[in-house]
C-alpha cells in the first residue's frame, strides 16, 4: 500500500472555516512535504517540515509532524474558495519521494 | 519566468501508436523526474534522471522509455507495449540530486492528459 495515506479522502467546508487534513505513513523519513494540485494542473510545494521538528507555519498553513505516531498533520486556517484543490503528502526516505493519494478539499463560497 | 513546461496538454494515442511527451525545464535543475496519476490515485513513478545521458526506471516502468540528452529535457515516450497509457502525466525537477533532492521539493510541469482512443 501506499507510504502515504491521507485522511479524509474528501472534505467540505465552508468559507472562513478551518481545514484540517491528516497523513499517516509507515516507515521512518528524512522529511515530509505538502503539495496542493488545483484540477487539471501539476502539484505546487507548500511546505516541507524535517523529521526532528514538530510544527511548521507558513501564511495561512500549519503542518505537525509526529514521529513517533508516524503521522502528520495540515491545517489551512480561514479557508478560502481558492484553496479548493487536492492535497498530497510526499514522505521522504534517503532521497525516494512517496506520494499519498491525497484529499480533495472543496471551500464553499 | 523560470519553470518546467509539458507539451501538449492533451495527447490523444490510437492503439499500437507510440507517443512521446515533451518536457523542457529553464530551472537549471540537475534531477528530472516522470510520473503517472490515475484517478484516486498517488503520483507513481516511472522514470527519473539525475544527470545528463543518464536514468532510472521507477515503479512502473514498463512500456516507457525517456531520454536525457539535454540537461533541460527529459521526453517520456509510451510505447504501444503500455497496455493501460490513459492517464495524467506529470514531469517534475528538483535541483539538486539524490539527498539534495530530498531537502528541498520538487517543481512541478502542468501535465499531459494521455487518452488511447
Known amino acids: 500500500s501506499q507510504q502515504g495515506e491521507e485522511d479524509p479522502q474528501a472534505l467540505s467546508i465552508q468559507e472562513g472555516e478551518n481545514a484540517t487534513m491528516n497523513c499517516s505513513y509507515k516507515?521512518?523519513?528524512?522529511?515530509l512535504q505538502w503539495y496542493r494540485q488545483n484540477s487539471g494542473r501539476g502539484l505546487v510545494h507548500l511546505i516541507l517540515?524535517?523529521?526532528?521538528?514538530r510544527e511548521k507555519h507558513s501564511g495561512r498553513l500549519r503542518v505537525t509532524l509526529d514521529t513517533s505516531k508516524k503521522s502528520s498533520s495540515l491545517l489551512i486556517t480561514a479557508s478560502r474558495a481558492a484553496d479548493t484543490a487536492s492535497y498530497f503528502c510526499?514522505?521522504?526516505?534517503?532521497?525516494?519521494?512517496?506520494f499519498g493519494t491525497g484529499t480533495r478539499l472543496k471551500v464553499l463560497a | 519566468d523560470g519553470g518546467i513546461t509539458q507539451s501538449p496538454k492533451y495527447l490523444f494515442r490510437k492503439e499500437g501508436q507510440n507517443v512521446t511527451l515533451s518536457c523542457e525545464q529553464n530551472?537549471?535543475?540537475?534531477?528530472m523526474y516522470w510520473y503517472r496519476q490515475d484517478p484516486g490515485q498517488g503520483l507513481r513513478l516511472i522514470y527519473y534522471?539525475?544527470?545528463?545521458?543518464?536514468?532510472q526506471k521507477g515503479d512502473i516502468a514498463e512500456g516507457y522509455s525517456v531520454s536525457r540528452e539535454k540537461k533541460e529535457s527529459f521526453p517520456l515516450t509510451v510505447t504501444s507495449a503500455q497496455k493501460n497509457p490513459t492517464a495524467f502525466y506529470l514531469c517534475a525537477s528538483s535541483m539538486y540530486r539524490d539527498k539534495g533532492a530530498a531537502n528541498y521539493g520538487y517543481t512541478f510541469g502542468s501535465g499531459t492528459r494521455l487518452t488511447v482512443v
Open positions: 510526499a514522505t521522504v526516505g534517503t532521497y525516494k519521494y512517496i
Open positions: 516507515t521512518s523519513i528524512n522529511n
Open positions: 534522471s539525475q544527470i545528463v545521458n543518464d536514468f
Open positions: 530551472l537549471n535543475h540537475d534531477a
Open positions: 517540515i524535517r523529521s526532528n521538528e
